[in-house]
Nanobody, 121 residues
Framework: QVQLVESGGGLVQPGGSLRLSCAAS????????MAWYRQAPGKQRELVAA???????NYMDSVKGRFTISRDNAKNTVYLQMSSLKPEDTAVYYC???????????????WGQGTQVTVSS
Protein backbone atom coordinates (compact mmCIF):
# COMPACT_ATOMS: atom_id res chain seq x y z
CA GLN A 1 0.00 0.00 0.00
CA VAL A 2 1.34 3.40 -0.94
CA GLN A 3 1.97 5.72 2.00
CA LEU A 4 2.64 9.44 1.99
CA VAL A 5 5.13 11.02 4.38
CA GLU A 6 5.38 14.81 4.61
CA SER A 7 8.30 16.69 6.16
CA GLY A 8 9.97 20.06 6.29
CA GLY A 9 7.53 22.12 8.32
CA GLY A 10 8.46 24.32 11.23
CA LEU A 11 8.29 27.75 12.81
CA VAL A 12 9.39 30.63 10.62
CA GLN A 13 9.16 34.41 10.84
CA PRO A 14 7.04 36.38 8.39
CA GLY A 15 8.95 36.84 5.16
CA GLY A 16 10.88 33.63 5.69
CA SER A 17 11.08 30.46 3.62
CA LEU A 18 10.51 26.75 4.02
CA ARG A 19 10.73 23.75 1.75
CA LEU A 20 8.28 20.92 2.24
CA SER A 21 8.79 17.40 0.95
CA CYS A 22 6.40 14.50 0.49
CA ALA A 23 7.55 11.02 -0.45
CA ALA A 24 5.31 8.21 -1.67
CA SER A 25 6.55 4.83 -0.54
CA UNK A 26 6.15 1.58 -2.41
CA UNK A 27 6.86 0.30 -5.90
CA UNK A 28 5.20 -0.88 -9.06
CA UNK A 29 3.40 2.32 -9.84
CA UNK A 30 3.71 5.71 -11.45
CA UNK A 31 2.22 8.91 -10.13
CA UNK A 32 -0.07 11.16 -12.08
CA UNK A 33 -0.93 14.39 -10.32
CA MET A 34 0.81 15.40 -7.09
CA ALA A 35 -0.66 18.14 -4.95
CA TRP A 36 -0.27 20.05 -1.71
CA TYR A 37 -3.22 20.94 0.50
CA ARG A 38 -3.36 22.82 3.77
CA GLN A 39 -5.74 23.06 6.66
CA ALA A 40 -5.73 25.90 9.16
CA PRO A 41 -7.48 25.58 12.54
CA GLY A 42 -11.23 25.85 12.15
CA LYS A 43 -11.05 25.89 8.36
CA GLN A 44 -11.58 23.40 5.60
CA ARG A 45 -8.70 21.76 3.83
CA GLU A 46 -7.82 23.66 0.66
CA LEU A 47 -5.77 22.97 -2.43
CA VAL A 48 -2.55 24.99 -2.46
CA ALA A 49 -0.77 23.74 -5.57
CA ALA A 50 -0.67 20.82 -7.95
CA UNK A 51 1.63 19.45 -10.62
CA UNK A 52 0.80 16.94 -13.33
CA UNK A 53 3.05 14.17 -14.56
CA UNK A 54 3.87 16.44 -17.50
CA UNK A 55 4.98 19.26 -15.23
CA UNK A 56 1.96 21.53 -15.59
CA UNK A 57 1.37 23.46 -12.39
CA ASN A 58 -1.44 25.43 -10.84
CA TYR A 59 -1.65 27.44 -7.64
CA MET A 60 -4.26 29.01 -5.44
CA ASP A 61 -4.34 32.74 -5.97
CA SER A 62 -2.98 33.70 -2.55
CA VAL A 63 0.30 31.82 -3.03
CA LYS A 64 1.04 32.63 -6.66
CA GLY A 65 4.49 34.13 -7.00
CA ARG A 66 5.49 32.97 -3.52
CA PHE A 67 5.21 29.17 -3.64
CA THR A 68 6.70 26.77 -6.17
CA ILE A 69 5.69 23.14 -6.55
CA SER A 70 8.07 20.64 -8.12
CA ARG A 71 8.53 16.90 -8.30
CA ASP A 72 11.23 14.26 -8.60
CA ASN A 73 9.69 11.28 -10.37
CA ALA A 74 12.67 9.04 -9.68
CA LYS A 75 12.11 9.54 -5.97
CA ASN A 76 8.30 9.68 -6.07
CA THR A 77 8.61 12.94 -4.20
CA VAL A 78 6.87 16.28 -4.47
CA TYR A 79 8.22 19.52 -3.03
CA LEU A 80 6.74 22.85 -2.07
CA GLN A 81 9.15 25.76 -1.88
CA MET A 82 7.49 28.50 0.14
CA SER A 83 8.88 32.02 0.24
CA SER A 84 7.70 35.36 1.59
CA LEU A 85 5.65 33.47 4.12
CA LYS A 86 2.76 35.22 5.85
CA PRO A 87 0.97 34.46 9.11
CA GLU A 88 -2.07 33.41 7.08
CA ASP A 89 0.02 30.58 5.60
CA THR A 90 0.01 28.93 9.01
CA ALA A 91 -1.58 25.49 8.65
CA VAL A 92 -0.92 21.78 8.53
CA TYR A 93 0.25 20.95 5.03
CA TYR A 94 -0.64 17.63 3.39
CA CYS A 95 0.23 16.09 0.07
CA UNK A 96 -2.07 14.06 -2.15
CA UNK A 97 -1.28 11.95 -5.17
CA UNK A 98 -3.03 9.64 -7.56
CA UNK A 99 -1.16 6.47 -8.32
CA UNK A 100 -1.40 4.32 -11.44
CA UNK A 101 -0.36 0.70 -11.05
CA UNK A 102 1.16 -1.40 -13.82
CA UNK A 103 -2.20 -3.15 -14.14
CA UNK A 104 -3.73 0.18 -15.07
CA UNK A 105 -5.76 0.63 -11.91
CA UNK A 106 -5.81 4.01 -10.19
CA UNK A 107 -5.36 4.34 -6.45
CA UNK A 108 -5.64 7.32 -4.14
CA UNK A 109 -3.46 6.77 -1.03
CA UNK A 110 -4.85 7.99 2.27
CA TRP A 111 -3.74 11.32 3.69
CA GLY A 112 -0.43 11.36 5.51
CA GLN A 113 0.14 12.89 8.91
CA GLY A 114 0.88 16.31 7.46
CA THR A 115 3.55 18.77 8.48
CA GLN A 116 2.90 21.87 10.57
CA VAL A 117 3.91 25.25 9.22
CA THR A 118 3.71 28.16 11.64
CA VAL A 119 4.49 31.68 10.50
CA SER A 120 4.89 33.99 13.45
CA SER A 121 7.21 36.61 14.86
Amino acid sequence: QVQLVESGGGLVQPGGSLRLSCAASGSGFSINTMAWYRQAPGKQRELVAAITSGGITNYMDSVKGRFTISRDNAKNTVYLQMSSLKPEDTAVYYCKVDVKYISGSIYYPPWGQGTQVTVSS
